[in-house]
């Protein structure tokens, strides 16, 4: 009685663990998907802002130039 019970247990203990691994892949695959649509997305705003800033500078030179 208590080998077969031992049994269960350690399989269910098993089951727990491999349960847990597979838990923790697919986290792992989460972050990584998080992390890599993050930084596409961060250097889409960094592109636009560059793009934004250069136009601005592009007019203050055309602004200073009819100054002159």
Do not use: H, P, W
């Amino acid at each position: 009685m208590l080998e077969e019970d031992e049994k269960a247990l350690e399989g269910i203990l098993a089951e727990a663990k491999n349960e847990t691994k597979e838990a923790r892949l697919e986290s792992s695959i989460v972050a990584k998907e998080f992390d890599a649509r993050f930084d596409a997305d961060l250097s889409n705003v960094v592109d636009q802002k560059k793009e934004r800033l250069e136009a601005m500078r592009q007019d203050l030179i055309n602004y200073k130039l009819c100054l002159d």
